[in-house]
């Protein structure tokens, strides 16, 4: 199947096609807290805001055959799986007074709504790596993160590098693309799930039920995470902050020769920790690790052809993987 460019276009791409400045701008401040938006698609949910996706099991084999003899009629192993979309969502407020007194209004609601959209996108980020998804008969107002979905050690996705105790991290290679990872947006959404809302002047209370006015703004965040490929996203577990350098790159380098082909980006999500460990590991392996620049012009560390990205959500503390 060739896919088409909106099926490969990230959450960068998907705004800039939209009219309004507002998405762009808080776009902006999301990727500061939260990288994993820099390449992975976004893909309109096929059902309002939830998508069904097609798993595909097993990749029938066919049979050889020589003139005048048939073969056997054949089918593929699938199964589908119904993913959800979340929302986050936060609320800015500037006195008014204070806004005009600052000579710019707008400019001061805009440096106050960045600071909270920032925060959220640190929610985010942290919600697609450690989300979990509630049961049928509760309110689901989650979604199953990374670390969920990979919660126990096996051969074909979760690796360890052996670390014990609960001063932990991991991370994780993805391969994205439509039939391997990517994010969902609410079906219907010209901007993405991403939204911002000017209710203009309003009344606030003080803590002693005072009145006074203030210009609010809201922001709402809606996305979600879909997996069609089971084996296009990886993580390596149980890595304490004194792992040696040069272990850790030869997991990684043979974790990434066990990653599906046909994506069109190969992606790395890790925190300043395992990123330490490896910028020692560059001084001892520079054939594997390099600098260059990601489809932006931003300098980015690479392994490889996998690109390095940051998500500080990824914890420090995490518990051995068994």
């Known amino acids: 199947m060739i896919l088409n460019a909106a099926d490969r276009m990230t959450a960068i791409e998907v705004v800039r ?7 762009f701008m808080a776009l902006e401040y999301l990727i500061q807290k939260n990288e994993i938006l820099l390449d992975m698609p976004q893909i309109q949910c096929n059902q309002g805001t939830e998508h069904t996706i097609l798993l595909q099991l097993e990749n029938p084999e066919g049979m050889h055959r020589t003139y005048y003899e048939g073969t056997k009629t054949v089918s593929t192993q699938t199964k589908t799986k119904k993913e959800t979309t979340t929302m986050v969502e936060a609320w800015a407020e500037v006195d008014e007074v204070l806004a005009k007194d600052s000579g710019s209004p707008d400019q001061l609601r805009n440096h106050v709504a960045g600071r909270v959209i920032t925060g959220m996108g640190f929610a985010q980020a942290r919600e697609l790596v450690y989300g979990k998804r509630k049961g049928a008969t509760e309110n689901n107002d989650s979604l199953d993160g990374l670390a969920t979905r990979l919660g126990k050690l096996d051969s074909e996705n979760v690796f360890s590098m052996g670390g014990t105790g609960s001063k932990l991290t991991s991370l994780y290679l993805a391969a994205l693309g439509e039939n391997h990872c990517h994010m969902l947006y609410p079906q219907h959404s010209e901007t ?4 911002r809302v000017d209710w203009g002047r309003q009344v606030a209370q003080d803590k002693n039920k005072n009145q006074y006015s203030v210009f609010k703004d809201q922001f709402r965040v809606r996305y979600g995470l879909a997996i069609p490929n089971p084996f296009a996203v990886k993580r390596i577990c149980n890595i304490a902050p004194d792992t040696d350098a040069e272990a850790l790159v030869d997991k990684v380098l043979s974790v990434m020769r066990r ?5 069109h980006t190969y992606v790395m999500y890790a925190n300043y920790t395992v990123q330490d460990i490896f910028d020692k590991a560059a001084r001892e392996k520079p054939n594997v690790m390099h600098t260059t620049t990601d489809p932006w012009g931003n300098p980015i ?3 490889r052809n996998f690109r390095i990205r940051t998500v500080e959500a990824i914890r420090d503390d995490e518990t051995a993987v068994a």
């Open 17 to 23: 096609l939209t009219a309004s400045p507002d998405p």
């Open 192 to 195: 993405m799930g991403i939204e």
């Open 301 to 303: 560390n690479t392994i």
């Open 259 to 263: 990653m599906p082909s046909g994506a």
